[in-house]
């Protein structure tokens, strides 16, 4: 399988920038390009700049929407810094960066998500603090 | 301090992104000087976060002080480590393309750092939402 991948990346590759040196013959489309990096950086100037503009100025009269907010910011900071500066996308090694990628996100969601739920719970599942309480366990 | 610090790390991600481009043209000199300058950027950013933290610890918030300081000097530090040892990685880079060229493998080795330090900046995105932003909030 990995050796299909590989074939149809170099292909890829080649397509793109014909004559170039066989020294990294399967990342040229990999390492992306001048522009690539230019609208990545300014995408995420950008997507920085806002979220501190929104706190510093607290727009929001309520703390709790500025934090959705910035949070949103964030996840679409992450995804630019993804696409343009580690090149994430549905072809290179055949997609199968793609797929550990979500592997990864589905990870960390599971560890976050249960620990939080975990730590949540924990109130519940204390032992007794005071003697009293001690002597009234159901 | 940390919009200073944000716009260190994603200048560093930019120039280390132009490093790349000097790699796949196979301009050795132009790789040492980017890979140089996305050095200086992460030294930067561990000085003003190390100094931070010596101001921090002066006014006696130290990590001891509370909950949120723990988790604050316990993530940034994490961070900072993080980028220190992307620069030892960098340095001992810069040395292996110094003497040997732009071989295939260091061509690898530069890809694996590329990788490595654009995620510190995808992390330092999720590290001053949270801690920072999130922090001033409440």
């Given at each position: 399988l990995s050796a299909t991948a590989h074939t149809d990346d170099s292909h890829g590759g080649h397509d793109a920038r014909?004559?170039?040196?066989?020294?990294g013959h399967d990342d040229a489309a990999a390492h992306g390009s001048f522009n690539g990096y230019m609208t990545g950086f300014l995408l995420s100037v950008i997507l920085t700049a806002i979220p501190f503009v929104l706190v510093m100025s607290r727009?929001?009269?309520?703390p709790d929407t500025t934090s959705y907010v910035i949070l949103g910011f964030a996840a679409v900071q992450i995804v630019v810094h993804m696409v343009?500066?580690?090149?994430?996308?549905?072809?290179?090694?055949g997609g199968w960066t793609l797929l550990a990628l979500l592997f990864t996100v589905m990870l960390v969601v599971i560890t976050l998500s249960g620990s939080i739920w975990v730590m949540f719970h924990l109130n519940d599942n204390?032992?007794?603090?005071s003697p009293t309480e001690m002597r009234n366990m159901p | 301090v940390v919009a200073v610090n944000t716009s260190m790390l994603l200048l560093s991600s930019i120039t280390y992104g132009f490093a790349m481009l000097e790699m796949q043209r196979g301009r050795k000199n132009a790789v040492l000087m980017w890979l140089g300058i996305t050095g200086l950027f992460g030294l930067a950013f561990v000085g003003l976060e190390l100094n931070e933290f010596r101001h921090l610890i002066s006014e006696?918030?130290?990590?001891?002080?509370?909950g949120f300081l723990s988790s604050f000097f316990t993530l940034v530090g994490t961070h900072g480590l993080h980028v220190s040892f992307g620069i030892v990685w960098l340095v001992t880079l810069m040395v292996q393309v110094a003497q040997r060229g732009l071989v295939p493998e260091n061509q690898r080795r530069l890809m694996c750092l590329s990788m490595f330090w654009h995620f510190l900046d995808v992390v330092w995105i999720g590290v001053f939402t949270f801690v920072y932003l999130m922090g001033s909030l409440h």
């Open positions: 014909p004559g170039h040196h066989p020294g727009t929001f009269a309520n343009y500066f580690l090149h994430m996308n549905t072809r290179s090694e204390m032992m007794p603090m | 006696g918030a130290g990590p001891q002080r509370s």
